[in-house]
Each structure stands twice: as C-alpha cells, then as structure tokens.
C-alpha cells in the first residue's frame, strides 16, 4: 500500500467545455425547479444576469462531460473504484456563469490522509477544482471529498 499523502500536489489533466443553454434548461428540470431564470433569457436579464445562468449544482454537469470520468479519476488515484465514495462536494461562486460562457477547469489534490477507525481503514483525498471564464476570470472554485475504503 502506498501512502496516500504522496497524492498531494497531483494535478489531473485540465479541460474546456462552453455552458450549453440546454443543459442547464435539463438540469433545472432533473432537479425540478421552475425558476423562469434558467428558461427564459428576459426572465434572466431582468433578474439582472447577462445571460441565462447555471443552477447552483451546475458545475457537476462540467466536470462529467468535460473532464475525466469517475473511472479515470479514480485510477490516477490509484483507487480501486468499487471502493470509493463520494464524500462531500462545495462550491464557491466568484461571479457568475451563464449560457454561451466557455469553462475552463484546473483540479489538483489538495489534502490527502488515512484513517483508522471501527468500520476499518479508509484514505480521504480531497479535490480542487478551478473554472476560470474565457475571460480569464476566476469565477469557482470547487472541492470534494472522495473516500476509498481499504
């Protein structure tokens, strides 16, 4: 077993991906919320967005489409997947995201450690993931949590 700690610092491979007006409509009517915001461009723009913005959750639907799958990222882990779960997930708006804007995401290991404990041993790695705009701008910040019991 190699020490989970070495993880620290990796850096997984980064990724673009623009924020589809469908996606978010799709999303909005997974999660069953009817906010005209994230239907109509008129209802947004009055409610003082430029565009069409993304729900809260939104940015999972980035990181499934644009970046590597559940599988991918857990062998760069070196995690065997079957063992992993997902044990938290934040996120920090700085600015907002609307349809038509182009995401592109940076994600590195931020903390990482092994615990002990009376349901066995388990690692804890800890996620960060940057979106900047195709401004430049930081507009979010990610982190989550995956645990992988040994």
């Known amino acids: 077993m190699s020490n989970v700690k070495d993880l620290i610092g990796l850096e997984l491979e980064p990724y673009s991906m623009a924020v589809e007006k469908g996606k978010i409509k799709e999303l909005a009517l997974a999660l069953g ?3 005209p ?7 947004a723009k009055k409610e003082g ?3 069409i913005p993304i729900p809260p959750t939104f940015l999972q639907v980035i990181d ?11 062998e760069k882990l070196k995690f065997n997947l079957v063992r992993v779960l ?3 997930q934040a996120y920090e708006y700085l600015g907002d995201i609307v349809a038509g804007d182009v995401l592109s995401v940076t994600s590195k290991v931020v903390a990482a450690e092994t ?3 009376s349901t066995g041993v388990m690692e804890f790695v800890s996620l960060e993931n940057q979106y900047q705009n195709q401004r430049g701008e930081l507009v979010a910040i990610t982190r989550s ?3 992988h019991r040994l």
């Open 33 to 35: 919320d009817d906010n």
């Open 37 to 43: 915001i994230y239907y109509d461009l008129e209802a």
């Open 49 to 51: 967005y430029d565009g």
């Open 64 to 74: 499934l489409w644009g970046g590597l799958g559940s599988a991918e990222k857990v």
């Open 86 to 88: 997902h044990g938290q």
């Open 115 to 117: 615990k002990s404990g």
């Open 145 to 147: 949590t995956l645990v």
